[in-house]
């Protein structure tokens, strides 16, 4: 395993989680990494994203203002926080590194992914 993610749970709407995604193996500081999510019977989709020296940032329209991406170098590890949960944030959250050292929005980008995170968010 070489992307590890953690930190899922359940949660009441408009709580808070933090996901951390932990590279073993290789490091991925020359990597965009990424975020996905992938609800039951729906297509994996992106939820945010960011350069290899996380000065660059992107985040799918239903997330802005309330998820935060971030990376810690020194550690080989990029996080999530998620604020203001919503019953439709519910899903499993993915991490990945794309082939690039910039921000990526597309799945065939990632050539890197760890196994998911359940985030379940109760109403």
């Known amino acids: 395993v070489q992307l590890q993610a953690s930190g899922g749970g359940l949660v009441q709407a408009g709580g808070s989680l933090r996901l951390s995604c932990a590279a073993s193996r290789r490091t991925f500081s020359n990597n965009g990494m990424g975020w996905f999510r992938q609800a039951p019977g729906k297509e994996r989709e992106f939820v945010a994203a960011?350069?290899?020296?996380?000065?660059?940032?992107n985040y799918a329209d239903s997330v802005k203002g309330r998820f935060t991406i971030s990376r810690e170098t020194a550690k080989n590890a990029v996080y999530l926080q998620m604020n203001s949960l919503k019953p439709e944030d519910t899903a499993a959250y993915y991490c990945a590194a794309n082939r690039y050292g910039t921000i990526s929005y597309s799945r065939l980008d990632y050539n890197y992914w760890g196994q998911g995170t359940l985030v379940t968010v109760s109403s």
């Open positions: 960011c350069s290899w020296r996380g000065d660059m940032k």
